[in-house]
């Protein structure tokens, strides 16, 4: 299913990551596709969610794009490319929707968040630190970063002394996984 995304190893890890939790998710995307037809390029990701939750009854998926024609394209395309889709595209800057649902993602904790817009580490630790403070994530979320490329210096370092969580590079995207403790009774 993801080869068709251009980010073939990140994508694949993530969905089998999420495919393991064998539960309904509740998967946070910012960033949405930006150009008609660049499935090797951007934006596509939202696809392979929306085929995810095809296979997971239940499962929430809220994609977030705070330009107006982007969330058009991006219903457009998901209309036709996964028909019956019950993905949530709304036209929101991404921090700012996550700052005023707090209450909504505390009820509901966020399995993934996918943090594909601005390509700015500084945007993704906003957001990434918004959701760790206000306790939204679920215990065993993953956080997934795309297109940083070697630009991630900066949030290695504001990961650094956060416990518990397990960095994986696979190319210009970054993957958070939150470290189990394992009983050694």
């Not at 694949?12 to 960033?31: A, F, M, Q, S, T």
């Not at 969330?71 to 209309?79: A, I, R």
């Not at 210096?153 to 416990?163: E, L, N, T, V, Y």
């Amino acid at each position: 299913m993801s080869e068709m995304y251009g980010r073939k190893e990140g994508m694949d890890y993530v969905l089998n990551k999420l495919k393991e939790k064998n539960r309904p998710l509740n998967i946070v995307e910012i960033g949405s596709i930006r150009e008609k037809g660049n499935i090797q390029g951007d934006g596509y990701s939202t696809v392979a969610w929306a085929l995810l939750q095809k296979e997971r009854p239940g499962t929430e998926i809220t994609t977030l794009d705070i330009n107006p024609d982007a969330s058009k394209l991006c219903q457009s395309e998901l209309d036709k490319m996964v028909p019956n889709h019950d993905v949530n595209i709304i036209n929101a800057e991404g921090f700012t929707f996550l700052w005023n649902n707090k209450k909504l993602f505390q009820r509901n904790k966020i399995d993934m968040i996918y943090l594909d817009a601005m390509n700015d580490p500084i945007f993704h630790m906003d957001c990434f630190g918004l959701c760790y403070y206000n306790e939204m994530l679920a215990m065993d979320a993953i956080i997934f970063i795309d297109d940083l490329g070697l630009k991630t210096q900066s949030i290695d370092m504001w990961m650094h002394g956060r416990a518990g969580w397990k960095k994986t590079q696979l190319g210009r995207q970054l993957i958070f996984e939150r470290e189990h403790e394992t009983d050694s009774s």
